[in-house]
């Protein structure tokens, strides 16, 4: 049974470009999270996806948007990059609208930007 | 405003030495505190979670008690595999969002 995974593991950007992140949640999962974690922090929820809306959004500017697919996998998307969006980027699983007993993350999606 | 203080920052351990971490909350109707191991470069793996004051749960050298306003993980005869930093989060009962602490840097020692 496959995990939460996530993609690309490592990515290095300039400033004022565009990324896109992918996550596939865990088999039977069908609620997805985002959360960005500086170094040294905690992680910060960005939003949540749950039959394909956006239910919950974190402080995060509008730069920051995403995506969920019919089969439950989303995207995460950040445009115009700035140096501070340099963290690393975790996808969260879970059932019914992140009500489940566990939330599982994802290795999570490094992002440099330069 | 939800909020989440761990303590220590940081702890040192010799091998064997038991010890304990600490989480502190609020929140607006808890819906479960969820205690996670991460390591360097790693997402967070999940370990617990637990929903009413009195609950204890417990995984190898790990045992994860909650009161209504915080929560400790007793780490018993701690290994050097259990070097990691351990990160704690509530759920917001009316949102669902997970609001993390800032985690325990634990090192243990041979």
């Known amino acids: 049974d496959a995990g939460v995974t996530q993609s690309p593991t490592h990515l290095i950007k300039t400033r004022g470009q565009q990324v896109t992140l992918r996550c596939s949640p865990k088999s039977g999962h069908d609620t997805v999270s985002w959360y960005q974690q500086a170094l040294g922090q905690g992680p910060q929820f960005i939003f949540q996806?749950?039959?394909?809306?956006?239910?919950q959004r974190g402080n995060f500017p509008d730069r920051f948007s995403g995506h969920q697919f019919p089969n439950y996998s989303s995207e995460l998307n950040v445009n115009a990059l700035l140096l501070g969006d340099s963290a690393l980027y975790l996808c969260?699983?879970?059932?019914?609208?992140?009500?489940?007993?566990?939330?599982?993350f994802g290795e999570g999606s490094w992002l440099t930007v330069v | 405003e939800d909020q989440v203080t761990q303590s220590p920052e940081a702890l040192r351990l010799q091998e064997g030495e038991s010890s304990s971490l600490n989480c502190s909350y609020t929140?607006?109707?808890?819906?479960?505190l969820f205690w996670y191991r991460q390591d360097p470069g790693k997402g967070p793996e999940f370990l617990f979670t637990?929903?009413?004051a009195g609950e204890e749960k417990e995984k190898e050298r790990l045992k994860a008690t909650l009161t209504k306003k915080e929560s400790f993980l007793h780490i018993t005869a701690p290994k050097p595999e259990d070097s990691a930093t351990y990160l704690c989060?509530?759920?917001?009962?009316?949102?669902?969002?997970?609001?993390f602490g800032t985690g325990t840097l634990l090192a243990v020692q041979p």
């Open positions: 929140v607006s109707g808890l819906r479960g």
């Open positions: 989060a509530v759920r917001n009962g009316a949102t669902n969002k997970l609001i």
């Open positions: 969260a699983s879970s059932t019914t609208g992140n009500s489940g007993n566990t939330i599982y």
């Open positions: 996806y749950y039959e394909e809306e956006e239910r």
């Open positions: 637990l929903y009413s």
